[in-house]
């Protein structure tokens, strides 16, 4: 694409850019601002990577439309919009290749089951294993060596990568993305303790509904629920390695990142943040948009919108930040304390 290409394409998702360079010079794809060529396009949204505008190779840069970048377009071309980084994006969904399985059709290896109803353009890998009464919408794409049990519906455009195994009863919308290794519907972790010390088995006899425009990373384990249902609302995005226990709830645009383990019937509202390794105790509830920092723990429930949360337990951001101030000065506080004890004694002794 040519820049003015670019350009034009970004107005429509970010609105007004403004060019400051040769509109003519012909990109050929994306890279990182530090390791850029001639003819690659790279972007700045954190102003850590401005001092890299100076010795960048790159033909162009996408910046703040702030940025002052008139001492360095002589040897390179600049977009500036309002959001660099969402710009960015959608320049990669331009340039990239989509990431698809090589299949086409129904594969002869491939174990499919009774009163099952498959859709159009649907292709389905070798050694597949569909359980009985599933459907599988239109142009859905199941990996090979993936499982589906019995009474499963799978939307249309939805796309299993190899090695995925879906239980019982799940329910998966259209479009869903689900990475190699995940586990769908495996029951949940109930025991129930006895007098003697063993544990009886809670029967785990509800189901898994995952709404459209889902994501699900790879090893990411979504548990069945006791009774009812375990809710993943549409386009939430939940990275790899992440455990989600029974009966939880997970607000639509939600995002979870990696190692991040949920307990049962907890309630993520809409449009919240969960950051790596976060901790989650049961049965407790996160209003909208609340932002979870990497290791955080949630041992209660936060119903007020829009807030951060940081540290263990967690508390709102501000006031955990005054207590790990606080911590970090007890060692100078000790011998403040000290000093005091000291001169009181003397005191007394005076």
Known sequence: MTIQEIRDYLSRFV?????????????????????????????????????????????????????????????TSFLKVGDPYTAFVFLLQKFATPRTIALKGIARTAVIGEGVS????????????????????????????????????????????PNVTIYDGTLIGKRVVIHSGSVIGADGFGFAPQSDGSYVKIPQMGIVEIGDDVEIGANATIDRATMGSTVIGRGAKIDNLVQIAH????????VIAAQAGISGSVTLGKQCMVGGQAGFAGHLELADRIQVAAQAGISKSFLEPGIALRGYPAQPMREQLKHEAMLRNLGAMKEKLNLLETELKQLKNS
Do not use: M, W
Not at 29 to 41: C, F, H, R, T, Y
Not at 247 to 254: A, L, S, V
């Open 15 to 75: 609105g007004a850019v403004e060019l400051a360079g040769n509109a003519d010079e012909l990109i050929s794809g994306p890279a990182k601002i530090e390791s850029a060529q001639k003819g690659q396009v790279s972007f700045i949204a954190n102003e850590k990577y401005t001092r890299y505008l100076d010795t960048t190779a790159a033909s162009l840069v996408i910046v703040h439309k702030s940025v002052n970048v008139d001492e360095f377009s002589h040897h």
């Open 118 to 161: 498959i859709g159009e353009g649907v292709s389905i890998g070798d050694h597949v294993v569909i359980g009985d009464r599933c459907t599988i919408g239109s142009n859905a794409v199941i990996g090979p060596h993936t499982v589906l049990f019995h009474d499963i519906f799978i939307g249309d455009d939805a796309v299993l990568f």
């Open 247 to 254: 009966n939880c709830r997970i607000g639509e645009d939600t």
